[in-house]
């Protein structure tokens, strides 16, 4: 049996400290017939000497800085796997990750996407994202009510990108909730059940520093939602997509509660909106104005009460 090639995409931008540690992990896997791509999307310090040293084992893309999207799309085009399969550069892949994957593509050619759970590693402590193996019809559904497919984690075949296009240019964020649901609505899908895929986290990491970008992550994602929701069999489906909006709003405002309370208090309120007996909100968003300073008024004034009754 002649087996698929995969062509591995790795989009960067300023990783001289980690891309190294990410193309070893793909050298590392056992499944041999890859290329790797490396698609540096306009650094400014030393990432093309990092992968100059692995000279032809690595092809080196570098292009004016544009985005992951449009990385990952350069790779693609430039690549020539029957699978492709896409690499952070700040993630790792445990040794049998392709192999396995590759395994499941073999087993079915109605199969358009493999992914793989992810351990989150912080510095000092990791953290598993609790999913289990899932199939096709598990996959549709749960992406109406969470996103599980880190990029990283995901292998597709190639005809399916051609079929239902690449990742949309103009995202900035949630461009691959965009485009593996394209997929995993038109063809077969699978959730692996091995932890084989690490995404590393940097210490006290929250979703973006920047109050523009983080609106720009909040806007693109709803964006994306509403796509999903907007195909035939999900239109009738309200209160899914009610549920959908509070669980990214409650998502967003428990990430950012300590780095940036008054932006997450914000969001806290709008999840509230769909669900106001959900108790598990109230004490962050109580924090969120002890944080902000806001509480402190009001605590002092309930202590004289108190002192004087």
Known sequence: ??????????????????????????????????????????????????????????????QENAGP???????????????????????????????????????????GIVATPVVFRFPGRKMRANIGSMDTAAL????LDTFLMVTSTVMVRRRCLEEVGLFNEALCYAEDMDLFYRIVRAYGAKMLGDYLTVNRRAPNSNLVTDTSRRERLVADSLVCIDRIFSYPENRNKERKKRDRYRTFFRWIGMSDVHANPRFARTYLWKALSYKPWDYRLYWPLALSFLLAGRLRPYLRKARLRFSRS
């Open 69 to 111: 999207s449009r990385a990952r799309n350069r790779g693609i085009r430039e690549s020539s796997g029957e699978l492709i399969a896409f690499l952070d550069s700040d993630d790792l892949w445990l040794s049998t990750k392709l192999a396995r994957q590759v395994e499941e593509f073999l087993k079915d050619d109605e199969l």
């Open 140 to 143: 549709r559904e749960h992406f």
């Open 1 to 62: 049996m002649t087996m698929p090639k995969v062509s591995v995409i790795i989009p960067t931008y300023n990783r001289e400290h980690c891309i190294a540690e990410a193309i070893e992990s793909v050298l590392a896997q056992t499944y041999g017939t890859t290329e790797i791509i490396v698609v540096d999307d306009g650094s400014t310090d030393r990432t093309a000497e990092r992968v100059a040293a692995y000279g032809d084992r690595v092809t080196y893309i570098h």
